[in-house]
């Protein structure tokens, strides 16, 4: 009996020893690692120190080997990398939660109702809303602001559409921006938007009118509505929420974002104010969220970028521009090649002209960025494939991305691959028109809309995201749209486009090291591999893509060895 205590006792001895002998900050075990490298198995535990992997392995090989300040047990949960969202809108998300949420309003009389409410309870001497989508209306109609003008006469009111890209604003903001006026005297607004008017909407009988060159009140009454380029004076105007809110804000949706384990966003446009804002987050540890930021191109940022080329501060990256190629096609702004089919005087515009584009192209060149435009139409894709084919032959790993290829002409496909363009796509935006983009582009063009396998196919990779606030920010919506085509009311039962989803595992890979490389980070992000970020994330549920959507979240999420969000 005395032996063997003590054989166990120098056993247990031995084995301490052992564990000394390498020091981790942190070791997950008990779980089920998927390391999203190629052909890789999955692993039971993982040691981190400063913040980076530095094993991952069995439960046996990291326990004896590694002694960690702080140990968890997964209970057998699924660990990924942290989630990328290629593609989602911070700052717009933090201001929509500042504003009146007109999300999912299921018609005008809601709109009003959520308006009063919140103007009751914040007393705000300048209305924004956002979310409001007519799509949801009976009749697909575009708003007039008859009845938002008798309830607000002497306040401005401006409340965006779901997909920012057009806005309905009363009277007071009309005459106060002075809108109606530069819009008709700037050419460069005339060409990349335009302002739906009463007259016009009663000779067409159709939700939305004609473009117009010049008008003024009293010759013909706008409805309210201006579309892409025309809001550019009502925008200029608009006043920004106190730093203190916004701050808050911008730290509520990374908290939302945390709870879903997306731990990285590439933010889709930001202005050197906004930049700075984030910064300053950053500064005082109070934003871990990796933020991949691409630049609107205005002229403090191109100085910016001029200045300091690619640019690495705490858990912001910058080294791309961000272009608006064309609108959206849920307000017939998408730039198409040939007119839509539910309005023939429309076929979209190029919202950048494209010698401004061209000259973006060349900066972007220079300071060794990305150039990663929104490119919805069929039109604006393939002029863009075109544009970026001249990068390639320079730089054949550019990685220059277009956003969105939401309709693509088959023909052009082949332009990703020959061009080397990334694609980044939102599969939510699928199932989230599904009811209403065969009208706006006829059958035959649906060949090439949401066609993420086939550009997948040409490609070789894709990042993808949400879009947020356009969409929802939870990943799993998105892998069920991607795979099954759905959105999670299960509509439509067969699928959307159903010839052109993506596995399971490629929708993953979107969001974890395709995303990595769809911003230079795949040495740090993307996989769990030794030497890379400690970012990752322990789901409650089994991470899978079954045909029923299904709810999950993270546990436990995880940034450079930081747990930066935990679930109650
Ligand atoms: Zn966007």
Redesign the pocket.
């Given at each position: 009996m005395k032996l063997s205590f003590i054989f166990i006792t120098t056993s247990l001895i031995l084995l301490q020893s052992c564990m000394k002998g390498e020091s981790a900050d942190l070791v997950i075990h008990n779980a089920s690692i998927h390391t999203m490298e190629d052909g890789a198995k999955t692993f039971e535990a993982i040691a981190i120190k400063d913040g980076k992997i530095i094993e991952v392995g069995s439960e046996r090989q990291i326990l004896n080997k590694y002694s960690a300040e702080k140990y968890i047990d997964a209970a057998g949960k699924d660990v990924y990398p942290g989630f990328t969202d290629a593609?989602g809108?911070i700052m717009s998300y933090a201001r929509q939660k500042l504003s009146v949420d007109l999300v999912g309003c299921k018609s005008y009389d809601e709109m009003l109702v959520r308006i009063e409410k919140y103007q009751s309870k914040h007393n705000r001497a300048f209305i924004i809303g956002r979310g409001w989508d007519q799509s949801r209306w009976k009749g697909d109609e575009m708003p007039t602001n008859n009845r938002l003008n008798e309830l607000f006469p002497d306040i401005p009111v401006c409340l965006f559409r779901i997909d920012g890209h057009a806005l309905l604003a009363n009277d007071y903001l009309i005459k106060k921006s002075d809108v109606l006026k530069k819009f008709a005297e700037d050419e460069e607004l005339n060409q990349g938007g335009y302002i739906i008017t009463q007259q016009a909407k009663k000779k067409h009988n159709t939700s939305i009118a004609n473009q117009i060159g010049s008008i003024a009140f009293d010759i013909v009454a706008p409805t309210g509505v201006f579309v892409d380029n025309a809001m550019n004076p009502i925008l200029d105007i608009l006043p920004d929420f106190p730093k203190e809110e916004l701050n808050a804000a911008i730290l509520e949706v990374q908290h939302e974002l945390f709870t879903y384990g997306v731990t990285g966003v590439h933010e889709?446009g930001l202005k050197r104010f906004e930049v700075e804002l984030l910064e300053e987050l950053m500064e005082n540890e109070s934003l871990p969220l990796n933020i991949y930021a691409m630049l609107s191109p205005t002229e403090k940022n191109i100085e910016f970028a001029r200045k300091e080329g690619i640019y690495q501060n705490k858990s912001m990256l910058i080294r791309s521009f961000k272009v608006y190629g064309d609108g959206a096609m849920g307000s017939r702004g998408a730039f198409m090649k040939e007119v839509y089919s539910d309005s023939h005087e429309h076929q979209g515009y190029l919202t950048t002209s494209l010698k401004r584009m061209k000259e973006i192209a060349t900066i972007c060149e220079k300071v060794n960025y990305q150039m990663n435009t929104?490119a919805i139409g069929d039109s604006t894709n393939r002029i863009m494939l075109e544009l970026y084919q001249d990068i390639y032959s320079v730089k054949p790993d550019h990685r220059w991305r277009i956003?969105h290829a939401q309709i693509v002409d088959p023909k052009d496909f082949q332009l990703f691959a020959k061009a080397g363009v990334f694609p980044s796509v939102q599969p939510t935006h699928a199932t989230s028109d599904q009811g209403w983009v065969e009208s706006r582009v006829g059958k035959e063009r649906m060949g090439g809309a949401y066609a993420y396998r086939s550009l997948l196919n040409q490609f070789g990779m894709m990042a993808i995201g949400t879009?947020f606030p356009?969409e929802l920010t939870n990943p799993f919506a998105t892998i069920h749209s991607a795979v099954n085509r759905k959105n999670t009311e299960e509509i439509p039962g067969n699928g959307f486009l159903a010839n052109e989803s993506i596995t399971f595992e490629q929708c993953l890979k979107g969001m974890t090291i395709w995303a990595a490389f769809a911003a230079f980070q795949e040495n740090e992000l993307g996989t769990l591999e030794k030497g890379k970020d400690a970012t990752l994330v322990i789901f409650e549920r089994p991470v899978a893509a079954p045909k029923e959507y299904q709810y999950n979240f993270a546990n436990t999420t995880i940034i450079k060895g930081k747990i930066v969000y935990t679930v109650e």
């Open positions: 593609h809108h889709a929104h956003e879009d356009v």
